[in-house]
């Protein structure tokens, strides 16, 4: 069974700009997680969905950060426009929700904001 | 703030012996508990989740809960070199319909030696 895919692994952004994150979830996972992990620190949670519906998003700084799962299944992250702490690592997580509290990790996308 | 306590190492144990990782929480509510490892440069892995109190094996991994004094520990027995990583403990909270949310701690870095 594949695990959650993410793309890009790595990116380096001049401050200002714009940069965005693409999720796959296991298949059959109707919940999807964004974390944003800062060295030294546990997974910080940004939105999590079930299926389109984004059910927790208390945590995303939506005057920057924005995003969307369209059809219950990819997820997109997006910020604009990235600031110098904006740099991390975004981690993707995904569970069966409901029926398993379990989150499996995707590799992650290491941003480096310059 | 609900808070996810973890001492944060480094813990060094030589090769075979047995390495014991803590972690407390705040949060009563609390009814899942998990076990990652993160290999330096790596997303988490899940290894263990536990949901009951007492013990819960898996081969060289036990993970005990007690809710009562709001504890949960990871012992890895016959370590080995492999096992060198940052260990998160995370704890899950359900709060009414599909409001879930996991709370992780700031790691515990663990150091085998040969």
């Known amino acids: 069974e594949a695990g959650v895919v993410q793309s890009p692994r790595y990116k380096i952004i001049e401050k200002k700009q714009p940069v965005a994150f693409w999720c796959n979830p296991i298949?059959?996972?109707?919940?999807l997680y964004w974390y944003r992990q800062n060295l030294g620190q546990g997974p910080e949670l940004l939105i999590r969905?079930?299926?389109?519906?984004?059910?927790?998003d208390s945590q995303l700084p939506k005057d920057r950060f924005s995003a969307e799962r369209l059809k219950g299944v990819d997820s997109t992250l997006k910020i604009q426009p990235a600031e110098l702490g904006d740099s991390a690592v975004y981690l993707c997580?995904?569970?069966?929700?409901?029926?398993?509290?379990?989150?499996?990790f995707g590799p992650g996308t290491r941003l480096t904001v310059t | 703030q609900k808070e996810v306590e973890q001492n944060s190492g480094p813990l060094s144990v030589p090769e075979g012996a047995i390495a014991s990782l803590n972690c407390t929480y705040s949060?009563?509510?609390?009814?899942?508990f998990f076990w990652y490892r993160q290999y330096s440069g790596k997303s988490p892995e899940l290894i263990m989740s536990i949901y009951s109190n007492g013990d819960k094996e898996d081969g060289r991994f036990t993970a005990q809960l007690n809710k009562a004094s709001q504890y949960v520990s990871l012992l890895i027995r016959d370590s080995q070199p492999s096992d060198s990583a940052t260990y998160l403990c995370a704890g899950g909270t359900r709060s009414g319909g599909s409001n879930y949310k996991l709370t992780f701690g700031k790691g515990t870095l663990l150091t085998v030696n040969p």
């Open positions: 969905y079930e299926n389109e519906e984004a059910v927790d």
């Open positions: 949060d009563r509510g609390s009814q899942s």
């Open positions: 997580a995904s569970s069966l929700g409901t029926v398993s509290y379990e989150q499996y």
């Open positions: 298949s059959g996972h109707n919940t």
